[in-house]
């Protein structure tokens, strides 16, 4: 008889238990997340399959490369970046996330440009991502906590990306900008 | 006796109810009715926000190299496009249809996406940015034509995670609103990119 307490005591411990591994087991999309490096501004991040540095960002009404001419009725936001793979050739890749909203480097701009360049290993390109955003987007409370989010894969589930957070708001804004062709350049 | 009394009664007291309601006739369903949108003026959508300006049908493009297969032509819309949505996608090329598309494989009812101020054929449209747009389909020959009424279906749905991929699964994607154009000939058609 003296046992029965105790049997259920430890029901109830159970019982409390999984309630609480129910309740903080990870969500099912951190189990798929990216393994995030943060660095700051003109950093440079590694991880497995990629080194990266965002080396500047500023905000345009229209940008330039080569003989594309890039209008647009919202904003540019240009990332100047200098990436390589370290393991296997792959395109180089970059999102901006603002609040629950994220965007992609826009190929716009043609094959100059980041976005059209292949990373090889141990061979450091540099250029710039361009982003079409809309112009509220400097107005929402997320803007000062951007982040840009470089990669060597479109697909970014478990591999490694480079996080630089940015402040829209602080950015320089021109009107015009031209834009240098992707090169290869050293760290 | 009773019971065969209520019966009748029943039944006059709905008659007198439905008849003048329209009785048994065959009715469209109101809801599946689709609202006419004048041409010009903006459906604000769930996924894309749509702006249709003008079409036009025919062979010849303002690109010489541009040619339709065998028995086919080409329709091109201008409209102005904003994903309203929190992700780029690709979802512009089935934004808009119409009946020709319908004798189509699925993959082909799909548009070619051009940016009209430089030509340029976007992987993606950003959130939130509104986006002048040609987009180009092939259909058989005649079932388009130049100065006959065309009417285009603006595609909306309903956003739902995704099982198989990350990201948004766009799901009850139907047309919400119709658009009556009347296509110009192809020969009209400038390229803004081009002028």
């Known amino acids: 008889m003296t046992r029965r307490p105790l049997a259920i005591l430890t029901a109830l411990a159970l019982v409390a238990l999984a309630f609480l591994v129910a309740r903080t087991e990870p969500q099912e999309e951190l189990g798929f997340a990216p393994f995030a490096v943060r660095v700051g501004l003109g950093e440079v991040g590694e991880g497995r399959g990629l080194q990266a540095v965002v080396d500047d960002a500023r905000l345009a009404d229209l940008v330039r490369l080569e003989r594309w001419t890039g209008t647009t009725t919202g904003v540019w936001l240009v990332v100047d970046t200098r990436m390589a793979t370290t393991e296997n050739p792959s395109l180089a890749h970059a999102t901006v996330r603002v609040g629950e909203r994220h965007w992609k480097a826009s190929n716009r701009p043609g094959l100059g440009a980041m976005h059209a360049t292949t990373l090889e290993p141990g061979l450091p390109q540099a250029g710039a991502f361009v982003f079409e955003l809309p112009r509220e987007v400097l107005e929402e409370p997320g803007a000062t906590r951007a982040v840009v989010q470089l990669a060597d894969s479109g697909d970014t589930r478990l591999i490694t990306v480079i996080e630089v957070g940015l402040d829209l708001t602080a950015l320089d804004h021109v009107g015009e900008l031209e834009l240098e062709r992707t090169e290869r350049t050293r760290w | ?195």
């Open chain 2, 1 to 195: 006796m009773l019971t065969a009394g209520a019966v009748v009664l029943a039944l006059t007291a709905g008659a007198l109810i439905a008849i003048p309601l329209g009785g048994w006739d065959t009715v469209d369903l109101e809801s599946a009715a689709v609202p006419e949108l004048p041409l010009g003026e903006e459906y604000r959508g769930r996924h894309y926000s749509v702006r249709i300006e003008g079409a036009w049908v025919g062979d010849t493009l303002p690109d010489a190299f541009d040619e339709p297969d065998e028995g086919m032509t080409f329709v091109v819309v201008r409209a102005a496009l904003r994903n309203e949505w929190r992700e780029p996608d690709s979802a512009a090329r089935s934004v808009i249809t119409f009946d020709a598309l319908e004798q189509l494989d699925r993959v082909d009812r799909s548009a070619l996406v051009r940016v009209a101020a430089d030509g340029v054929y976007p992987s993606s449209l950003s959130p939130g940015v509104e986006t002048e747009v040609l987009l180009r389909w092939e259909v058989p020959v005649g079932t388009v034509a130049a100065g006959e009424p065309l009417v285009l279906g603006i595609v909306d749905g309903r956003p739902d995670r995704a099982i198989l991929y990350s990201g948004t699964a766009w799901r009850d994607e139907r047309v919400v609103v119709e658009t009556t154009v009347v296509p110009r000939p192809a020969r009209e058609l400038e390229y803004p990119w081009q002028s």
